[in-house]
């Protein structure tokens, strides 16, 4: 693509000058700037770069709407792999519908093969940013990382893994109420426990500094292993600084696995003694003595919210309602329609006996015509964005009942998580006993045995006597110990089938998601087939404009009373 230095216009490679102001057209330093994707994302200007893709601010310019475009590097997408991982955040994060979670409205490829997301365009900072300035308050901790939690566990709830939650990943969006509002990003190497695995062995994928150990180990590892990020994370709100701190990638793995994190009060000293202790348990070694899962969390931070401050965001998310534009945008038709009419004035000049040379006449009824043949396109391809629009709608919908509906039952399935697992703790004891009172039985009947208990004596001894009245305790012992154990079996196990039976009802959900997914995921792309359609038609029809007004201009430009017409030409140029 290339640029006119001096009015901005963009045009294709074969264009020599613009046709505006005349000035020689330049490489355009972001190809994908002014390049318009799908048939409708009209890409603007860059927002930020990082290691996989390029964020770019743009416009849905068949409703007007702007929007993030996430556009994947080039020399990346050729990895298969990558490219899957790029394609799965769209259908993950999109899926989830969630507050806390980034909305994405549409994914695709480039012309020339680079993968791409669409997604809201969010107003605020990292979370990353907010965290160099220092510890943060424990009630804000409280109020922003609530919210994180509330993100984490919708996306646990249908089973999706985060995986390389960090501070980079988390946005402090400003929203109109004027309250912060956390946005999960990011899911481009999450993993689905429903998919199939994309991480080769030995592949290690993430950020060191907030890698649960079982991460390091294992290309396994769960939920609980963003709960320890997590607990990373909060540690880093409050206190300014990580847990562990090391100068290579192996030292973070090492102190993950085998160093106890410092108590965050002893950096912050106003930390309250139970954010401290669900940030500790969080940063557990072992998966299973973390919290059961991130509502958990969600329900232990939500009790040291300040009492009259913010609340927490609504569980239930509310469908963002595009607005469809009642009428074509008019920026690009109107301006086309006002430089024809200055074409109309500049031959209406040069030749005021109305002899303007056929070839002059006939480029400028080719612009009108394609003007006309645009607005047609852009007219069919907006009627085709609204029958979109109502199915989009209709899925963001499906998404926050069902999400709403999961919502409900991972919440029971978190207590009852909670419930068998202190059952389990609670009832230890009397499977300590039930083997202990074994193994004094085993011991009473070794001791038997060695007193010739098992053939009949000549005469009785009082070791003889002694052992059995050893063995018969034991057994007294053992029956009551045992009676007491099975009793807690059965409760433990009602615990955990009542675990299993939420289990099956939230499966059951998810499985109804996938499949409304899969009908939208239909519906979609017919209507994403005609859209690229007309917009490739479209594209195609404003090279031809470019094309004629450039020539025209051209046989134009070198009479002086026409000076003040460019003049206003270039004034259309915005």
Excluded at 69 to 81: C, E, P, Q, R, Y
Excluded at 349 to 356: D, T
Excluded at 466 to 488: F, I, M, N, Q, S
């Amino acid at each position: 693509m290339r640029v006119c230095p001096q009015c901005g216009l963009k045009y294709s490679n074969d264009q020599p000058s613009c046709f505006v102001d005349g000035t020689a057209l330049e490489e355009a330093p972001d190809p994908y700037v002014g390049l318009t994707l799908a048939g409708r994302y009209l890409v603007e200007a860059p927002l930020g770069e990082g290691g996989m893709a390029v964020v770019y601010r743009a416009r849905h310019t068949l409703v007007d709407r702007p929007v993030a475009v996430k556009i994947m590097n080039k020399n990346l997408a050729s990895d298969k792999g990558l490219r899957e991982r790029f394609r799965r955040e769209a259908k993950n994060a999109a899926a989830l519908a969630h507050p806390n979670i980034i909305e994405i409205f549409d994914y695709g490829e480039t012309d020339d093969g680079a993968p791409f997301l669409v997604m809201e365009l969010l107003d605020g900072a990292p979370l990353a940013d907010y965290i160099v300035e220092g510890g943060m308050p424990p009630e804000e901790v409280a109020s922003l990382g609530v919210q994180i939690a509330q993100g984490l566990a919708r996306a646990h709830d249908f089973d999706v893994i985060h995986r390389d939650l960090k501070p980079d990943n988390i946005f402090v969006s400003r929203v109109a109420h004027g309250r912060p509002q956390i946005k999960l990003l990011d899911f481009g190497i999450a993993r689905s426990m429903q998919d199939s695995r994309l991480t080769g062995v030995g592949e290690v994928f993430g950020t060191p500094q907030y890698m649960a150990p079982e991460r390091i180990t294992t290309i396994d590892a769960g939920p609980a292993a963003d709960l320890y990020a997590l607990g990373v994370i909060y540690f880093e709100m409050l206190t300014g600084r990580l847990p562990f701190e090391a100068q290579e990638i192996t030292g973070y793995f090492i102190k993950h696995m085998q160093d106890p994190p410092p108590r965050p009060s002893e950096l912050a000293p106003n930390c309250p003694r139970r954010l401290e202790e669900l940030i500790l348990a969080l940063l557990a070694k072992s998966p299973d003595e973390r919290p059961v899962d991130a509502h958990q969390v969600v329900r232990e931070l939500t009790a040291l919210l300040p009492k009259g401050g913010p609340s927490v965001a609504p569980p239930i998310p509310t469908p963002s309602r595009p607005v469809v534009a009642p009428t074509l945008p008019p920026t690009t038709l109107e301006r086309w329609a006002r430089r024809t009419a200055i074409f109309d004035q500049m031959l209406a000049r040069a030749y005021p006996s109305g002899n303007a040379p056929p070839p002059m006449r006939a480029m400028l009824e080719s612009i009108r015509a394609t003007l006309s043949q645009i607005h047609s396109l852009r007219h069919e391809g907006l009627k085709e964005q609204r029958q979109l629009e109502v199915v989009q709608n209709e899925a963001r919908d499906q998404r926050a009942r069902l999400g709403f509906a999961v919502q409900s039952l991972a919440e029971d399935l978190s207590q009852a998580r909670d419930a068998a697992r202190r059952a389990k703790t609670e009832v230890a004891p009397y499977f300590q006993a039930d083997d202990q009172c074994r193994a004094a039985y085993v011991s009473a009947h070794q001791g038997l045995e060695r007193a010739g208990g098992y053939h009949e004596l000549e005469a009785p001894t009082e070791a003889l006597v002694r052992a059995l009245r050893e063995v018969t305790d034991a057994l007294d012992r053992w029956l009551l110990a045992r009676g007491a154990a099975e009793k807690a079996r059965r409760w433990v196990e009602a615990k955990d089938e009542a675990v299993h039976d939420v289990e099956f009802q939230v499966s059951a959900l998810r499985q109804q998601l996938d499949r409304s997914e899969a009908e939208f995921d239909r519906k979609k792309a017919l209507s994403e087939n005609v859209l690229v359609t007309k917009g490739a038609e479209v594209s195609a029809r404003e090279q031809e404009l470019m094309e004629r007004a450039t020539e025209l201009a051209t046989q134009l430009r070198s009479r002086s009373e026409l000076s003040d017409l460019f003049a206003q030409l270039e004034a259309e140029v915005g």
